[in-house]
């Protein structure tokens, strides 16, 4: 009897043992895939952030030198600008492609003759390679043949040097990343309104609210969640941008839209100061962490709440 018994435990577990050893011969792919483009980066970047180097004779040398990297990040006032042009530069970004993803995503969920065109239309910009991105917006910038200046002109008025000012600048390339990534804005809205009971909407205009008191009242609190995450994700995009601002101005004039992965990207590989940027970059890496786990935590302590 007992025998019998045990072979049966035997026959019940071998199949879960089965794909339990699947799952993980399909995991080690993706996991040595980590390791090697992601774990083994981290640890090397925490071991330079505490290391002097320099390179001598062709040969790379590096010391311990504890916190002295972290130390000179407040002694340098580029970084100390750069830090503040990607806070003002996040903070405008994000604002604005939500502001603009929200409200296309609203309209277009609205119309019903031209819904499938417009929906085309503020997609297209997000599969658009940053290159490509970059060097329209070059042309469309152009002090002699750019789109801009030509309406201006059209309009009476003086044609502007657009990336040869600070101001003008720093606005074209808030203008540029908001222009690029407020389709992604959208395309997560617009899922959510796809997903929100339209019955609810229809009683509501039964009992007379207006468009105005829908969308406050009942659309927005119910995308709240999904905004939430949308916010995250853009910060953490325009902490990290990059491609465009390099392409379109290279951090200038005069430090005005140099973002600290410019800032980053000059130590690293015009100064070659590794353990300098290694900090840097550490500090960034830890920031963005810090944001996501924040985020984590508040949505996890409103859930138990509900």
């Known amino acids: 009897m007992k025998t019998t018994e045990l072979q049966s435990r035997r026959k019940l577990s071998t199949p879960f043992t089965g794909r339990r050893a699947n799952a993980v011969f399909a995991l080690l792919p993706f996991v040595a895939f980590l390791a090697v483009f992601a774990v083994y980066p ?6 330079l952030s505490f290391m002097r180097t320099e390179v001598f004779d062709g040969e790379f040398l590096s010391e311990f030198n504890g916190l002295d990297n972290f130390r000179k990040i407040q002694e340098d006032p580029l970084a100390i600008n750069a830090i503040k042009v990607t806070l003002l530069f996040s903070v405008l970004c994000v604002i604005f492609t939500l502001i603009l993803g929200i409200a296309g995503a609203i309209m277009v969920q609205s119309s019903k003759i031209f819904k499938n065109w417009a929906r085309n ?3 297209w910009p997000a599969v658009v390679a940053p290159v490509v991105v970059s060097v329209m917006w070059l042309l469309i910038l152009d002090p002699t043949v750019g789109l801009v200046n030509k309406i201006l002109q059209s309009l009476g008025a003086q044609p502007q040097i657009w990336l040869d000012s600070k101001t003008g ?10 222009w690029h990534w407020t389709p992604v804005v959208f395309l997560f809205i617009y899922a959510g ?7 609810i909407i229809e009683a509501s205009r039964v009992d007379g609210a207006t468009e105005g008191q ?3 009242r009942i659309i927005l609190p119910i995308l709240l969640p999904t ?6 994700l853009r910060t953490i995009m325009s902490i990290k941008a990059f491609d465009e601002m390099y392409l379109l ?3 200038g ?4 839209t140099t973002l600290i992965s410019l800032h980053i990207r000059k130590i690293f590989v015009e100064v070659l100061d590794f353990g300098y940027a290694s900090a840097l970059s550490l500090c960034i890496v830890a920031a963005l962490a810090l944001i996501v786990a924040t985020s984590y935590f508040v949505r996890k302590k409103k859930r138990a709440q509900i």
Request: proline content about 2%; aromatic content about 10%; glycine content about 8%.
């Open 42 to 47: 981290l640890y090397e970047m925490f071991r």
């Open 121 to 123: 239309i503020f997609v």
């Open 169 to 178: 600048a720093f606005i074209s390339v808030v203008v540029v990343d908001v």
């Open 193 to 199: 309104l796809n997903g929100i009971n339209q019955e």
């Open 214 to 216: 829908i969308v406050r």
């Open 227 to 232: 905004i939430a995450v949308i916010a995250l």
């Open 249 to 251: 101005t290279k951090g």
């Open 253 to 256: 004039p005069d430090g005005a």
